[in-house]
């Protein structure tokens, strides 16, 4: 493939034969230019020899009226002006992110029961600090990955074990498990018992990304509940509950949200379920974005107390 000859021509040219160009452009003086770009008379002499030899152009022309443009310098004027105004714009620092004036809208991947755990004080949260960006949650499913890899989402707040190479993870709390059940459940006694999880009958949801460990948690147990209703989700679980003699088993922290709103009991479980850590998630490009970096300092510093520090996920291959 040839090479592009601009880009070629781009590479041989020095951005300090640039600056020069345009402080001769505007004193036209030699000498005065060197005094404004700091640097010697003899220095900037040979930027300009090589600025012409690479142009083919005098350039500046030595006058009783100082050192005037020649028709090319001219011509370049503009185009060098511009030129440094881009470079100076790509080296600058990036802008900070100024939360009370942003419009930016978050969009955060959540489970179902996040939205009665996390979101309420999250959006409280936000609103108080960015009061003019908008929040807009989104399921957590089999497309976040490349929704935060995109940019269509910022980030992902919950149990992702499938997240893998190019993602930062950062533990936010621990969640374990709990059974509810109605206070006038016949079959329920002060306590739960294995034996009466085993007879008892059950609700179950599909909803929430902990679902499977707590089916492998069944099986190696050995159970077999006795499935009386199943869910889609926790819309409409504790009103389920209140009025049945359904038992539901399901993580801590949704688990007393939906019990103190229902009046139901919080028993604990009777056999062991591995606890999980909900973390927040997002991709390795927006790392250093000042937003997202923001955003990803409110949410840690709600659910974990304090910032700590994140970990990147990285692939079985790609470990050292």
Known sequence: M?????????????????????????????????????????????????????????????????????????????????????????????????????????????TDASHATVLPRLLAHLRARAPRAPVTAIRIDDDTGAALQSGAADIAVGHIPWLDTGFYQQALFTQDWVCLAAPSNPRIGATLTLRGYREAAHVVTHAGTGAADLEAALARARIERRVMLSLPGFLGLAAIVSTSDLVATLPRQIGEILARNAGLRVLACPFPVPQFTVKQHWHERFHLDPANRWLREQVAALLMGSPTGSTRVRSPRAAP
Do not use: H, N, Y
């Not at 930027?47 to 028709?71: I, N």
């Not at 090319?72 to 714009?89: C, E, F, I, M, T």
């Open 2 to 110: 040839k090479s592009d000859p601009s880009a070629d021509a781009l590479g041989e040219i020095d951005v300090r034969w640039l600056r020069l160009f345009e402080q001769v452009l505007a004193t036209r003086s030699v000498t005065r230019s060197a005094e404004l770009l700091g640097q010697s008379q003899p220095t900037v002499s040979i930027w300009l020899g090589k600025l012409r030899e690479r142009l083919g152009d005098p350039l500046f022309v030595r006058t009783p009226d100082g050192m005037l443009p020649t028709p090319r310098a001219q011509a370049l004027a503009v185009p060098v002006r511009d030129a440094l105004r881009a470079l100076g714009r790509i080296a600058a620092p990036q802008a900070p992110f100024d939360p009370a004036t942003s419009t930016r809208p978050w969009r955060i991947c959540m």
